[in-house]
């Protein structure tokens, strides 16, 4: 079963917050502030512990330490297919609302006016 309602918000939390969103880097620390894709909000929303200070940085969840993409599957309860369009072949955040609702048979949407 999907996790939508922390789909939902890592979505707003992006969309709200543009400057923060890169779908290119799942996690990004440096003195200009922290960037991440969906995966990588996602997993900060959750309060997983991350590792920083390595290339792709490592969150631990559930006893054991994943990449920002298999901890973020993991926590939306979505399949890998569904993991690589939402975190490899998405590139806006238009593209992320849409396949969202793709997945969800349309209950994760941008709401009005966002």
């Known amino acids: 079963m999907i996790n939508e309602p922390l789909l939902f918000a890592a979505l707003v939390d992006l969309t709200i917050h543009p400057e923060k969103h890169d779908q290119n880097i799942y996690l ?4 200009c502030g922290t960037t991440m894709c969906l995966a990588g909000d996602v997993v900060l929303l959750a309060g997983c512990n991350v590792m920083w200070g390595t290339r792709e940085p490592y969150t631990f969840h559930n006893g054991r330490y994943y990449s920002a993409h298999e901890a973020a599957t993991q926590l939306l309860g979505i399949t ?35």
């Open 28 to 31: 990004c620390r440096d003195a």
């Open 80 to 114: 890998e297919e569904q993991a690589n369009d939402l975190f490899l072949l998405c590139g806006t955040l238009d593209e992320l609302w849409e396949a969202a609702g793709d997945i969800t048979d349309n209950r994760v949407i941008i709401p009005e006016g966002l």
